[in-house]
């Protein structure tokens, strides 16, 4: 009976503290600017506050789709995309390597890939804006070699916004596929070469597969706070590198349309939503395609 | 392309530098928006300052030489706080129920009118501020025809500047004069691209009005259809960044054309004189007057009003003319200015310069100005 009713039980004691401070911190906001998003600026004088609430309309979703914001949003899942695939390939074999080493010397590169991360975001951001600026040390090193004929005109672009992100989002991608790497027992690798598979064909039908965990946890962790980035477009971005998370920013900022800001941050958590399950559906199908044909391979 | 070497900016005159306004401002509000922690951290102010005198400003606006001697006479630090536009100021007075426990704020002079509207401020005191005989009675009638706060009963002009901008003369080889200047010049190769315009919607659109002759308080829908789609057209594609303070921007060559105020201005101009012109805004610009004021809640009403009187001395306000370089307004302050303060004549703008200015307003057109800035902004983005 007591065995029941704990597997059947819904909300286990020991998870209430994460639950209620989720559904107060988490959940409660979110309802909130849901409602916002449906309402509308009050006249300034009205002197009422930065909300009114007794009309509710879609208008705002109307404006927050139409033309001009909307391609920012299709813009801004661009950068996020592109970064987060880069963010995969370069550190994948970082995490490869650090994998391999040996113990004493794993915790000494661990430390090499932290340390910058305890650097304040902000201050990461504007150190690329020193280094990449037209009279900046790259810049001035490239012109010495002859390899640039004009000042570098990195900054103030998607480019430059892009850079940053993989700069500054490396460490979130390499510890969740260091940590799935390092658990795979070094002796699925020796059977595989022992089976006569050469090393390319371990990493692909062993290696990866066993890192997968580790790589989908990377890629989330890296895509979903890439996508409402802010600090990033306004650091590097200037002009061309606006990014869906800044038109948010100035509506509640400058604009003091928290009705609008509150119907675009509504749209960004559904664009991003919204990705991520075409890409739990593509990894899904990948996988299984994947599995399918190491089967017939294996049958053959 | 251009293949002029960049030249690293020279030292300011005078020694040491010092942290930009601009470098600061960003530094400041990135770090303050991106992490949510705006009112957190200076809700926290209140209790810190409960002794003293605290100000909420704007970043680097006022000299520091001020600060320490005002509050060596009574004994204790002026608390200085920094917002980085009016709406985020009517935006933390809104959200603290227009108290947050600051004393004095520097609101720029259209919003003075919502602040007093919404009953935030308290009426001057003049018997404490026997220096105000020392204000300048042309800023002062600038103000009073504003007409946000007519007569001075709810505030002193802090200082005053004008819209212009600021071109590379290395790059943009013959002279400039006027707003239609500026929009022939955006679109050249070598400049295009390289051009910043100020992180300012009711500016920005002021780009359009001044260039075509429309007063640029305009509320009628078509003048800011027209504006809308000039800046679309005639901007976006060769804006590089909306900035306010383009000083370091335009140091570093990455903009060789700067919409720009003219003390902030004047800041890239010192490091660069024989590159950097500067041309006040033309048939028409902005006139801002910043202002100081007292909140209703005060906690120190009567040292507030010392504050603002000791700044109306002429001394001290050489010495604010001389650290943030913009024109106080007060009488005699001039003669007290260093010998060799650089570029004066982007602080004390020509009887004819001044002339072509006019003050803002705060009015019903300001959403859609909103709107348009960012209209512009995704413009913009999308030439990437």
């Known amino acids: ?300 | 392309m251009i293949g002029h070497p960049i030249r690293r900016p020279a030292p300011e005159p005078g020694g040491c530098r010092r942290l930009g306004r601009r470098e600061f401002l960003r530094a400041a509000a990135v770090s303050l928006a991106a992490t949510g922690l705006a009112c957190r951290a200076t809700g926290e102010r209140p209790e810190a300052s409960a002794g003293g005198l605290s100000l909420y400003t704007w970043a680097e606006y006022q000299s520091p030489e001020n600060l320490r001697r005002f509050g060596d006479r009574f004994g204790f630090d002026v608390a200085v706080d920094v917002f980085e536009s009016d709406e985020a100021l009517m935006a933390k007075l809104a959200l603290t129920g227009g108290g947050a426990g600051y004393d004095l704020i520097v609101p720029s002079l259209p919003y003075v009118g919502q602040l007093i509207a919404r009953n935030l401020l308290q009426p001057l005191d003049y018997g404490l501020i026997p220096n105000a005989v020392n204000q300048d009675p042309a800023i002062v009638a600038r103000r009073n025809e504003q007409g946000g706060d007519a007569n001075g009963t709810y505030t002193v002009v802090k200082n005053w500047g004008a819209t212009g901008f600021v071109y590379d003369t290395t790059v943009v080889q013959e002279r400039l004069h006027d707003w239609r200047d500026f929009f022939r010049a955006a679109a050249r190769p070598g400049v295009s691209g390289r051009v910043s315009v100020l992180a300012s919607p009711a500016d920005v659109a002021g780009l359009v009005f001044w260039r075509d002759g429309i007063d640029w308080r305009t509320t009628a829908s078509d003048h800011l259809d027209h504006a809308e789609r000039t800046l679309v057209t005639e901007i976006a594609p060769y804006v590089a960044a909306f900035d306010s303070y383009p000083a370091m921007g335009l140091l570093s060559g990455s903009y060789v054309l700067s919409q720009a105020w003219n003390g902030d201005a004047r800041r890239a101009i010192i490091e660069a004189p024989d590159r950097l012109q500067w041309v006040t805004g033309a048939p028409a610009a902005e006139l801002f007057i910043d202002t100081w004021a007292i909140l209703r809640t005060a906690p120190h009403p009567e040292i507030a009003h010392a504050w603002i009187d000791y700044l109306l001395q002429p001394e001290a306000s050489a010495r604010e003319i001389a650290y943030i370089g913009y024109d106080t307004g007060v009488r005699g302050a001039e003669a007290h200015l260093p010998q060799d303060l650089p570029e004066r004549s982007l602080i004390f703008l020509s009887e004819e310069e001044r002339a072509r200015l006019v003050p803002g307003e705060v009015n019903g057109a300001q959403d859609r100005l909103v709107a348009i800035y960012n209209r512009v902004r995704a413009a913009a983005a999308l030439q990437g």
């Open chain 1, 1 to 300: 009976m007591a065995r029941q009713l704990r597997r059947t039980s819904l909300v286990p004691a020991p998870a209430l503290p994460a639950i209620v401070w989720m559904a107060g911190f988490f959940l409660a906001p979110l309802a909130i600017v849901l409602v916002y998003s449906f309402g509308y600026k009050p006249p300034l004088d009205a002197g009422a506050g930065p909300i009114a609430l007794d009309r509710l309309s879609f208008a705002n979703y109307t404006d927050a789709l139409s033309g001009a914001y909307g391609s920012i949003f299709r813009a801004t899942l661009e950068t996020a995309l592109l970064a987060t695939g880069l963010c995969l390939l370069v550190a994948f074999p970082v995490a490869l390597v650090l994998a391999r080493l040996p113990p004493r010397w794993r915790g000494v590169g661990l430390a090499l890939v932290i340390i910058p991360f305890w650097t304040s975001f902000l201050l990461r951001a504007f150190a690329w804006r020193i280094l990449l600026s037209g009279n900046g040390p790259l810049s001035e090193a490239l012109l010495a070699l002859g390899a640039l004929d004009d000042p570098l005109r990195v900054l103030d672009t998607r480019g430059a916004v892009q850079l940053g992100a993989v700069y500054n989002y490396l460490p979130l991608m390499i510890f969740p596929i260091f940590v799935a790497l390092e658990r795979i027992d070094p002796a699925l690798g020796d059977a595989s070469a022992d089976l006569g598979a050469p090393v390319w064909r371990t990493f692909v039908e062993v290696t990866v597969p066993l890192a997968a965990p580790g790589i989908a946890g990377g890629l989330f962790l890296v895509f979903i706070p890439l996508a409402g980035e802010y600090v990033l477009p306004a650091v590097l971005g200037g002009a061309r590198g606006l990014m869906a998370g800044s038109l948010v920013a100035s509506q509640f900022l400058e604009a003091q349309n928290w009705a609008l800001g509150a119907a675009q941050a509504v749209v960004m958590i559904g664009l991003i939503v919204a990705a991520l399950a075409v890409g739990s559906v593509v990894w899904v199908t990948t996988s299984w395609l994947a599995s399918a044909w190491r089967r017939r391979q294996s049958g053959c």
